[in-house]
């Protein structure tokens, strides 16, 4: 079937499934990034529009990060903390850019959701679940929402088209990272009608001076192995950061791969990058969180999270943990010296 077939058919089960109810809660995964936040925000104005259905937005965790905070505010919707309301007041549930039980989002087990848009590789949780649409090939999932809304011909308001054109943007770093055709062409659709200006403000997004602080804390704890840097940013508020700081890391000419990981509400939280393709970043993060949380992701991006609550009274508990993934990420990329070299030299 073609693409556009699929997405028609797709479409219409979409319209079977809001028939039943007046509500929709679109959950975003913790810490929500623009590609979560376009697809939220464009699922709401297809189910809106196709099906009258009164949308609310629910996240985990922060929106943290200044771009992310730019876009929020560009777009005008309220985004919930899942938290501050009550899920059961909705008829449905949407998951978008995450899975149930993918551990990055804020949905309790036990709680199943009526969709799932996604492109990250499917999970077992997700099988049960009435409407999955999981493309793992797509960089993004504001594509696959792009090609909703196309399907049911609505055409985006600019901010929303503006949104989802830093979503897959942003996802496959420009096209140059784990993007398909579609994705081109959801970006040349987007163009025109997205706000120019606004991406501009959005990538330029006002930082405090804690970013500084936090970005030169993480320079003076990166450490290179041979073709790798770790990077232990410690305590921070906004996990966005660590994502952040990995893409940086990653532009160093002698490296390929880069794990980033720092303390947030309890957790550790990990980002991987790699420009490597012989190995699965999803894959090395999966080996490097085994038995101590949930990880998972693309093949040049991938993230994982470790709760702490085990090991919240003691230090040495917690030492041992991120000795633990250092030790396994180094090991996963092959790579058997444990002496880093510090990237750079604090005067
Ligand atoms: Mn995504």
Redesign the pocket.
């Known amino acids: 079937m073609s693409r556009r077939n699929e997405t028609r058919d797709r479409l219409e089960k979409l319209k079977a499934l809001w028939a039943r109810g007046e509500s929709l809660l679109i959950v975003m995964q913790n810490n929500p990034?623009p590609?979560?936040i376009a697809?939220a925000c464009a699922l709401h104005q297809l189910a809106n529009r196709t099906a009258g259905l009164n949308c609310r937005f629910a996240y985990g965790g922060t929106i943290g990060r200044a771009e992310n905070r730019e876009l929020v505010h560009y777009l005008g919707f309220a985004f919930y903390p899942f938290d501050k309301i009550s899920h059961q007041k909705s008829d449905l549930i949407a998951l978008v850019?995450t899975q149930p039980s993918a551990g990055n989002n804020p949905l309790p087990e036990g709680v199943q959701p009526d969709i799932i848009i996604?492109?990250?590789p499917a999970i077992e949780a997700s099988r049960g679940v009435a409407f999955a649409d999981i493309r793992e090939s797509y960089g993004?999932?504001?594509t696959i929402m792009w090609e909703y809304l196309r399907e049911a011909k609505i055409t985006p308001d600019m901010p929303i088209a503006t949104a989802l054109l830093y979503?897959i943007r942003s996802?496959t770093q420009d096209l140059g990272r784990e993007s398909t055709q579609a994705d081109i062409d959801a970006i040349e659709s987007l163009y025109p009608l997205a706000n120019k200006r606004m991406l501009g403000q959005i990538q330029r997004g006002r930082v405090p001076s804690d970013y500084y602080q936090m970005l030169s804390t993480a320079l003076s704890n990166t450490r290179i192995y041979s073709h790798c840097m770790i990077c232990d940013i410690g305590d921070i508020d906004n996990a966005d950061m660590i994502g952040e700081v990995a893409d940086l890391l990653l532009r160093h000419e002698e490296v390929d791969w880069v794990m980033c990981y720092g303390v947030c509400s309890g957790r550790i939280l990990i980002s991987f990058r790699t420009q490597d393709s012989s190995l699965d970043a999803g894959d090395v993060a999966r080996k490097v969180v085994d038995k101590l949380g949930t990880g998972g992701g693309h093949e040049h991006m991938a993230g994982g999270q470790i709760s702490l609550l085990a090991a919240k009274r003691s230090m040495r508990k917690y030492l041992r943990i991120k000795g633990l993934i250092r030790g396994r990420f180094l090991n996963a990329l092959g790579i058997r010296t444990r002496k880093g070299r510090p990237l750079v030299h604090i005067p």
Do not use: K, L, N, V
Request: charged share 40%; glycine share 8%.
């Open positions: 990034d590609d979560a697809a850019d996604d492109h990250h993004a999932t504001s979503g996802d």
